[in-house]
C-alpha cells in the first residue's frame, strides 16, 4: 500500500545551525504534502503545507521543497531555537481520498542552547 | 480557532472491557478521523468519516468500531479492550466538501492504558 518514509528519525542541532528532514512517498496520485509539529503533551499542529502546482514555499525560517518526479519532499529550518525541540511529522494526501492523509513516523528534532 | 476535545486526556482500563473515546470538533468540519500513535510507527489511520453516519476503515481498523450521529461529535469504540491496544489515540478534523485536502486539527490525545 502507499507509504510515507521519513529520515532521520532523531537530529540533534546546536542552537542557530540548520535542520534537514526529507521524507519520500509512494502514491502519484499524492497532491498535498503538509507537516506537523508535535510538542509534549500536545496534539500534532500544522506548520506548514505544499501542493503539487508549488516547488517551495517558505514561512520566516521554515521552508518545504518538493521533487514531485523523484517523490521527494523537504522541511528545513534555519535558525534553529530551542523552541524548535519536537517531533516533527511528514504526511502525504492519499490520491483519491479526500482529506485522508499517510504520516511519516516521525522525527525528534533536538536543539542544544 | 478551532477547537478538537477529547473527553479523556488518560484512562486505564481493563482487558475485555468495552471501551469509549469522545471527540468533539467545533468548527463544522465534514471530515473526522481517528488515529493511533506509537513510539517509532508515527501516526497511524484507524477509520475516518466524511459526514454525519458514514465511516470509513483506515489501515488498523481491527478491534474497533466507530460512531458519528451528530456532525461535530466522533466516537471511536474498543469493542473488547486488549493491552496491545493500548496507546496515544489522537482526533482530528479538516474542513471537507470541494477541497479535497485541507488542513487537519488534531486534539490533545488520549492515553489509553490496558491492564
Redesign the interface.
Known amino acids: 500500500?502507499e507509504n510515507v518514509e521519513?529520515h532521520p528519525?532523531t537530529l540533534s542541532v546546536q542552537e542557530g545551525d540548520s535542520a534537514v528532514i526529507k521524507c519520500t512517498y509512494s502514491d502519484s496520485a499524492s497532491?498535498?504534502f503538509?507537516w506537523?509539529k508535535q510538542e509534549l503533551?500536545?496534539?500534532?499542529?500544522?506548520i506548514i503545507?505544499i501542493?503539487s502546482n508549488v516547488g517551495e514555499k517558505k514561512d520566516q525560517r521554515i521552508a518545504v521543497t518538493l521533487n514531485k518526479t523523484a517523490k521527494h519532499f523537504s522541511l528545513h529550518i534555519t535558525e534553529t531555537q530551542p523552541e524548535d525541540s519536537a517531533v516533527y511529522?511528514c504526511a502525504a494526501?492519499r490520491g483519491g481520498s479526500?482529506?485522508?492523509?499517510?504520516?511519516?513516523?516521525?522525527t525528534k528534532l533536538s536543539v542544544k542552547p | 480557532d478551532v477547537k478538537?476535545t477529547q473527553s479523556s486526556r488518560y484512562l486505564v482500563k481493563r482487558t475485555g472491557e468495552k471501551v469509549f473515546l469522545e471527540c468533539v470538533q467545533d468548527m463544522d468540519h465534514e471530515?473526522m478521523?481517528w488515529?493511533r500513535q506509537d513510539p517509532?510507527?508515527?501516526?497511524?489511520?484507524i477509520y475516518?468519516s466524511?459526514d454525519v453516519k458514514m465511516k470509513e476503515k483506515?489501515?488498523i481498523p481491527e478491534g474497533y468500531s466507530v460512531s458519528r450521529e451528530k456532525k461535530e461529535r466522533f466516537s471511536l469504540i474498543l469493542e473488547s479492550a486488549s493491552t496491545n491496544q493500548t496507546s496515544m489515540y489522537?482526533c482530528?478534523s479538516?474542513?471537507?466538501g470541494a477541497s479535497?485536502?485541507?488542513?487537519?486539527?488534531?486534539?490533545?490525545?488520549t492515553r489509553l492504558t490496558v491492564v
Open positions: 500500500g521519513q528519525s497532491n498535498y503538509p506537523y503533551g500536545k496534539g500534532p499542529q500544522l503545507d501542493r511529522f494526501g479526500q482529506g485522508n492523509l499517510i504520516f511519516g513516523k516521525g | 478538537v471530515n478521523f488515529y517509532g510507527l508515527g501516526l497511524r489511520l475516518f466524511y483506515g489501515d489522537l482530528a479538516s474542513f471537507g479535497r485536502d485541507t488542513e487537519a486539527f488534531f486534539g490533545q490525545g
